[in-house]
């Protein structure tokens, strides 16, 4: 079925609205599961791991605080939802949403994933 309701406007924002929160939720799991996937991707290695808490608690930090940069512009990102609605104007407008949506969550929750493939091709590539 098709939905004739216009795109665009008010009822578009409050639509993605009411999903930013599920979005975030799946960014932060994302995120603590490449956290994980980082440690253990040292380990399998062999790589040398920290020795005190201090380097255990610098090494979190400096990671924490690069994820939550990435997801303020993950948020800053998921505003194209809106904004590609409002442009293209798609008759199926709860189609639009859904495929959107969609496209936009699982292309957030791989992107953390990228940096424990670049730790683990850095480690591989050492001499």
């Not at 199926?92 to 994933?113: N, Y």
Request: glycine share 12%; hydrophobic share 50%; proline share 6%.
């Amino acid at each position: 079925m098709t939905d004739t309701t216009q795109p665009g406007g008010r009822e578009a924002w409050l639509w993605w609205e009411r999903r930013r929160l599920r979005y975030n939720l799946g960014l932060a799991v994302a995120g603590w599961a490449a956290y994980g996937a980082v440690w253990l991707t040292m380990l399998g290695l062999g790589e040398p791991m920290p020795d005190t808490p201090r380097e255990i608690l610098s090494i979190t930090l400096f990671l924490g605080t690069g994820f939550l940069a990435i997801m303020v512009g993950a948020n800053l990102a998921y505003l194209a939802g809106v904004l590609t609605e409002t442009v293209v104007r798609p008759v199926d407008v709860e189609g639009f949403r859904r495929r959107t949506w969609s496209l936009g969550f699982w292309g957030s929750i791989a992107l953390p994933f990228l940096f424990p493939l670049f730790v683990l091709s850095a480690v591989l590539a050492q001499p």
